[in-house]
C-alpha cells in the first residue's frame, strides 16, 4: 500500500464512515434512547436545530474528523510536536515501505 492509498483509505474508512455514522446515529435516535448523558444531551440538541442548520452541524463534525486525522498525521511526519515528547515516528507497511508526507497527502483531497 502506497501513502497516497493509505490516506486515501483512512479518508473512505475513518472521515466519510464516521460521518455517516453519526449522521444517521443523530437522525435516528432519539435522545431518551441513549443510556450515556452526554450522547443525550447531543440528540436533544441536535433535536432542537431547524432542518436548515443541520447540513452546518454535519459539516463541523466532518471538519472534527479531518482536523483530528490530519493532527495525527503531523505527529507521524514530525511537522507537529506531541507535547513535549521529542521521539521520531515512523509508519511504514509488513513490506517494510515507509509512509511519508501522509499530513500533505491527506490535506490534498480537501483542498479546493
Known sequence: ???DEFTQSIITEVVD???AFYESTFRDTRPEQASDPHWR???A???SLPE???PAFFAVLRQVAVDSVSNVF???DGSSSLGSHSEEFRL???TG???TDLQDRFLSHFTP
Do not use: D, V, W
Open 1 to 3: 500500500m502506497t501513502a
Open 52 to 54: 436548515s442548520q443541520r
Open 97 to 99: 515501505e515507509r509512509l
Open 45 to 47: 440538541m441536535f433535536a
Open 92 to 94: 511504514s507497511t509488513s
Open 17 to 19: 464512515g464516521n460521518s
Open 41 to 43: 444531551a447531543a440528540l
Open 74 to 76: 503531523g505527529i507521524l
